[in-house]
C-alpha cells in the first residue's frame, strides 16, 4: 500500500469539501490538502438524487456560498443548476485536481506522539484498502447515509405488482407517464416530486400520516431583480442574502415564542392556495409547533396549484397493508396503484460510519460534545461540518471552514502541532444535540453528540451568534488546548 501525506484531509466532496477547499486555497494557502470523494462525481446530495424535480430546499442566496454570489434569478435551483455552480467553484480554484475519487474512508487513527492521523480508506476501483496521513482531518462527508434510503417495513410489500421506488435509488428509466402513482410522505421530496410529475402521470397522491408545516413564497425575489437592473450582481446578491437571513432568523425566534401565532399564518397560507372547501383542517394542520421539525419550502405554491388543476391529491391516514394492486389503508379504503415512491425520509449517519480512534482507544461520538458544534471533545486536530436545521446548510459550513483556516493559521504562527478541545471543568448534559423532533433525528437520538450547558459547548443554531464567535471571535480560550 502506498502511503502519503498532506496536512489537511477532507472526506467528501460535496457542497461542505468543495467549500472547505476553496477557503484553504484563499485562506490557508500554505497547506497542502486532498479530498477523498467515495462517489466517482463531485457533489455529494446534489450529484446523488436524480428524481424530477431535484431542488434545494433553501433560497440560493443563503444556500450559495457568501463568496461565490448566486446568479440566477430563481431562488430556488434544481439541482442540475446547483452542479454546475459546485463545478465552476472547483474549476475555478483549481480544487477537482486535489479530489480523489472512488476513495471510502472506513477508519482514522490519531497518534498524539507522532502529531497525527492515519486514514484507511478502500479504493473502489480495485478493492484495495490504502492508507494516507494527515495532520488536520475534515469531515465533510453530509449527514446521511448515502448507500442505504429510509423505509419502514411495511407489512406485505412484496406483494405489490407494480414498481416500488425511493427517491434516493430513483431508477434513470422510470416511465411514469399515464400511470397512477402514490408519494408516501409530505416532507421536501414528496412535496418536489408531485407537482414535477403531476401533469405526466394519470393522477399523483401525496399519502401522509400526519400534515407538514408549508411555506410558500415567489421563485423570484422582486426586490432583488430591481437592484440588479440599477447596481449589479453582487451588490443585488448580498441584499437578498441579508434579507433572507434575517427574515429566516425572525420567523424561527416569532415560531418558538409564539407558535400559535405563527401555526396560524402558516395555515392561512395554504388556504390562500387551496378552494375554500378543501379540508385544511385535516390535510395541512400538523400537530405540533412550526419549526419542531423542517418547514418544507414551496416555490410560487406549485404543488397546491397541482392540487387545484385535480392532478394530485392529499390523502392523510395510516398504512395497514400493501396489496397487489396498491395501498390498503387503516379506514379501509384502498389506494391504486402503478408506482408507489416512498419518500419516507433518510437514516442521519455522522462521521459517515467511520471508525475513529484516538491513540488506540476507540471514540463514542453519541459519548462525547461538540466544541462550537464543529470539533469533538478530547479528540484532537479534527473538524466536522454540520449545518443548520432552521436555516441553509451553507451558511454554517461557510463559517466551519472560514474557522477552521483561522486555526490552522494560528497553529502555524505558534509552531503548534495540535489542538484538542477539552472542557475546564465539569460541565452539565443540557438538553439534544438537535433540538428537532423529526422522524429522521428521533430514530438517533442515541447516536448524536451530547450538548453542554454552556458556551462552546452549544450547538447553537444562530447564525449571528456563529458570526461574532467563528468568523470574528477569538481563536484562544480555556477549554481549546494547544500542543507544541
Known amino acids: 500500500m502506498e502511503q502519503k501525506h498532506v496536512n489537511i484531509l477532507i472526506v467528501g466532496a460535496g457542497l461542505s469539501g468543495i467549500g472547505a477547499a476553496y477557503h ?22 446534489w450529484d446523488l438524487f436524480r428524481y424530477p424535480g431535484i431542488r434545494s430546499d433553501s433560497d440560493m442566496t443563503t444556500m450559495g456560498f457568501r463568496f461565490k454570489p448566486w446568479k440566477g434569478e430563481k431562488l430556488v435551483a434544481e439541482g442540475g443548476a446547483i452542479l454546475e455552480y459546485l463545478n465552476e467553484i472547483a474549476d475555478e480554484n483549481s480544487i477537482k485536481e486535489k479530489i480523489q ?41 453530509g449527514y446521511y447515509d448515502y448507500d442505504k434510503a429510509y423505509v419502514p417495513n411495511f407489512k406485505g410489500m412484496e406483494n405489490f405488482k407494480g414498481q416500488i421506488v425511493h427517491p434516493q435509488k430513483w431508477p434513470d428509466d422510470l416511465d411514469y407517464e399515464g400511470k397512477r402513482v402514490v408519494v408516501i410522505g ?47 450582481n453582487t451588490i443585488a446578491y448580498y441584499v437578498m442574502r441579508w434579507q433572507n437571513i434575517n427574515m429566516q432568523s425572525f420567523f424561527f425566534k416569532r415560531a418558538r415564542r409564539y407558535p400559535k401565532r405563527v401555526k396560524d399564518f402558516l395555515i392561512g397560507l395554504v388556504k390562500d392556495h ?24 414551496v416555490p410560487d405554491g406549485d404543488l397546491f396549484n397541482s392540487i387545484k388543476e385535480g392532478n394530485a391529491s392529499v390523502v392523510t391516514d395510516h398504512i395497514d397493508e400493501f396489496t397487489q394492486k396498491g395501498i390498503k389503508l387503516k379506514s379501509g379504503d384502498e389506494l391504486e396503484a402503478d408506482i408507489i415512491v416512498t419518500a419516507t425520509g433518510f437514516n442521519i449517519l455522522l462521521f459517515g460510519n467511520i471508525d475513529i ?63 484538542q478541545p477539552t472542557p475546564n471543568g465539569k ?13 429522521y433525528v428521533l430514530r438517533v437520538l442515541d447516536k448524536l453528540p451530547l450538548q453542554g450547558a454552556r458556551d462552546p459547548w452549544r450547538n447553537t443554531q444562530n447564525y449571528k451568534k456563529d458570526v461574532l464567535q467563528l468568523r470574528y471571535g477569538r ?3 480555556k477549554e481549546l488546548k494547544f500542543i507544541s
Open 24 to 45: 484553504i486555497e484563499k485562506e490557508s494557502p500554505q497547506k497542502t490538502y486532498r479530498i477523498l470523494e467515495s462517489r466517482d462525481q463531485l457533489g455529494g446530495t
Open 186 to 232: 409530505s416532507g421536501a421530496t414528496a412535496v418536489t416530486l408531485i407537482p414535477s410529475m403531476a401533469e405526466k402521470t394519470e393522477h399523483i397522491t401525496m399519502l401522509q400520516r400526519s400534515p407538514t408545516y408549508y411555506v410558500v413564497r415567489p421563485n423570484i425575489n422582486p426586490l432583488g431583480n430591481f437592484i440588479r437592473r440599477i447596481t449589479n
Open 101 to 141: 475519487y472512488h476513495s471510502h474512508v472506513h477508519s482514522v487513527s490519531w497518534s498524539s506522539d507522532e502529531s497525527r492521523w492515519t486514514v484507511t480508506y478502500k479504493n473502489k476501483r480495485n478493492g484495495i484498502n490504502e492508507i494516507i496521513t494527515c495532520d488536520f482531518l475534515y469531515f465533510c462527508a
Open 357 to 419: 480512534t484516538v491513540d488506540n482507544k476507540s471514540i463514542d461520538p453519541s459519548k462525547s460534545m461538540t466544541y462550537k458544534g464543529m470539533m469533538v471533545s478530547n479528540v484532537p486536530n479534527l473538524i466536522m461540518t454540520f449545518g443548520y436545521t432552521n436555516a441553509s446548510w451553507t451558511l454554517r459550513a461557510d463559517l466551519t471552514a472560514e474557522y477552521a483556516c483561522r486555526l490552522f493559521n494560528y497553529m502555524d504562527k505558534n509552531g503548534y502541532k495540535y489542538c
Open 475 to 477: 481563536i484562544t480560550d
Open 427 to 439: 460541565i452539565e448534559i443540557d438538553g439534544e444535540w438537535l433540538d428537532f423532533n423529526s422522524g
Open 274 to 297: 387551496l378552494p375554500e372547501d378543501y379540508d385544511i383542517e385535516k390535510h395541512f394542520t400538523p400537530p405540533y409547533n412550526p419549526w419542531d421539525q423542517r418547514l418544507c419550502l
